[in-house]
């Protein structure tokens, strides 16, 4: 039976495995996808030896995903622009490819279960870390009108910017942002993980029509609350995300499968 697994620390919460064996059923193959607990330090050591014993494919989560990324062979165009890498494919004699569904797992989301328009669509990214760096490539590719990065460091979301160097792109700290009619405002940052409030007037972030945070969880994030508060009319976390992103790595690992990610959505939200 292939066996495939997750890289983290934490981990053991992670819903990874069961949203891969509800895609293996789906589509009716076998799999063990299991949890791998790693620090820093054995991270490429575990690695290596999950693949010579016979590993089929890996994700890679939180904090491994750069480290990950400067230890494979090759890397895909998105892997690196993200910087970042979080599923790893085998390629034989050693050899791993890299690559980084998180960026198309934000765009299916919004774009086929919550219906949100992205080409001329203003979008606003909270956060200049590696979670606003992994989507900006993917929505830019979409033909945004505009994308605001708005960070509580500037320098950061100025690099950014830099890097990535497009005409729609720009940078300004919380305290400057207008958020544009009927924007898409996306929470990068890892405020929610605190439970820490961003500093966003309510009636600035009124004018945003959808406001999505990265994050999921049982309960609305402090993020979702204040959209909430503010009138927002889609208001949502990214559980959806999650499940398109390994749906992404799924479909790298067993070329052709179709998958219904909706319906794994569903399934896990009433387990969350
Ligand atoms: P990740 O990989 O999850 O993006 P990260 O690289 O540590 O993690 O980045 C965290 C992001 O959340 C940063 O943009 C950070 O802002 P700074 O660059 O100013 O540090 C942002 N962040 C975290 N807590 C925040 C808070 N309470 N208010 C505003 N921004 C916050």
């Not at 589509?27 to 063990?32: D, I, P, Q, R």
């Not at 765009?107 to 080409?119: G, H, I, M, P, S």
Request: glycine share 8%; charged share 15%.
């Amino acid at each position: 039976m292939a066996i495939f697994t997750v890289f983290g620390n934490p981990v053991a919460h992670s819903l990874s495995p069961q949203i891969h064996q509800a895609f293996a059923q789906q589509v009716g193959v076998e799999l063990n996808y299991t949890r791998s607990l790693t620090s820093v330090l054995r991270f490429r050591r575990a690695v290596a030896e999950f693949f010579r014993s016979g590993g089929a494919g890996a994700n890679v989560t939180v904090p491994f995903k750069q480290q990950a990324f400067d230890l494979v062979t090759y890397v895909t165009t998105r892997a690196q622009q993200a910087g970042a890498v979080n599923t790893l494919v085998p390629l034989g004699y050693g050899q791993l490819l890299g690559d980084n569904t998180d960026g198309i797992g934000l765009v299916r989301d919004l774009q086929k279960n919550l219906q949100q328009k992205l080409t001329n669509r203003d979008v606003v990214i909270l956060g200049a870390g590696g979670a606003a760096r992994g989507v900006i490539a993917p929505l830019l590719e979409q033909g945004v009108a505009s994308l605001t990065i708005a960070n509580r460091t500037i320098e950061k979301a100025n690099l950014l910017v830099e890097k990535f160097g497009q005409p729609t792109l720009q940078a300004c700290r919380f305290e400057q942002l207008t958020i544009p009619t009927d924007a898409l405002v996306i929470n990068a940052t890892s405020a929610s993980l605190t439970g820490q409030k961003l500093p966003l007037e309510s009636d600035e972030l009124a004018h945003a029509a959808c406001a999505y945070d990265m994050m999921y969880g049982a309960q609305p994030t402090a993020f979702m609350q204040q959209a909430r508060q503010a009138g927002v009319a889609v208001v949502q976390d990214g559980l959806g995300m999650l499940v398109e992103q390994a749906g992404a790595a799924f479909q790298l690992w067993h070329e052709g499968a179709e998958l219904d990610t909706q319906k794994v959505i569903q399934k896990l939200r009433k387990t969350i």
